[in-house]
């Protein structure tokens, strides 16, 4: 027998929606908790740390040619492209696999001279929060938590544009 198939009603998407963003270049933000919480499993089986960062870059649009430019250094400074994100409007998140806190620190502070140098416009604003799983068995939930404290604390310092949470 042959069967009919309803093929001319499937319409496709009106947008095409896939890992990453067609206009940062980076992961979606959708898929931020579930890939978080794989890589904090992986890392509590194989005894290695990792660390989350947050870039905030308030005032700066994700259609910019800047932000495409932040955008693809950060993509070089981290391990792997699945492992940076789109976060909220004005952020972006970044895993970084086998770093402690105190080495993360020194990254970000190598992150925040290039994006500051990057920005050229000395109303623009750069903050990095950063929190770590630190061997502990920690959710996702609990260390976006922490590193989106770490960025609200950095925003609040005059002095101190990159904040880290040590548990």
């Keep these: 027998k042959t069967i009919e198939l309803p093929v ?59 932000m495409k430019n932040i955008c693809n250094y950060l993509v070089n400074e981290f391990q792997f492209k699945d492992l940076i994100f789109e976060y909220n409007n004005d952020s972006i998140l970044g895993i ?5 806190i105190d080495e993360a620190l020194i990254f970000a502070d190598k992150l925040y001279c290039e994006i500051i140098s990057m920005l050229k416009n000395e109303n623009r604003k750069c903050y990095i929060g950063i929190s770590s799983r630190t061997v502990r068995m920690i959710s996702a939930e609990r260390l976006l938590k922490e590193t989106d404290e770490a960025v609200k604390h950095a925003m609040e310092d005059q002095d101190s544009p990159i904040v880290a949470f040590r548990a």
Aim: glycine residues 4%; aromatic residues 6%; charged residues 25%.
């Design 8 to 66: 001319d009603n499937i319409q496709p998407t009106s947008q095409p929606y896939g890992l990453y963003s067609q206009t940062t270049g980076l992961v979606c933000q959708e898929y931020l908790i579930q890939r978080l919480n794989d890589e904090i499993n992986r890392a509590t089986a194989s005894e290695i740390d990792l660390s989350l960062f947050i870039i905030k870059l308030p005032e700066i649009d994700r259609n910019s040619e800047v």
């Design 96 to 100: 970084k696999l086998s770093m402690e």
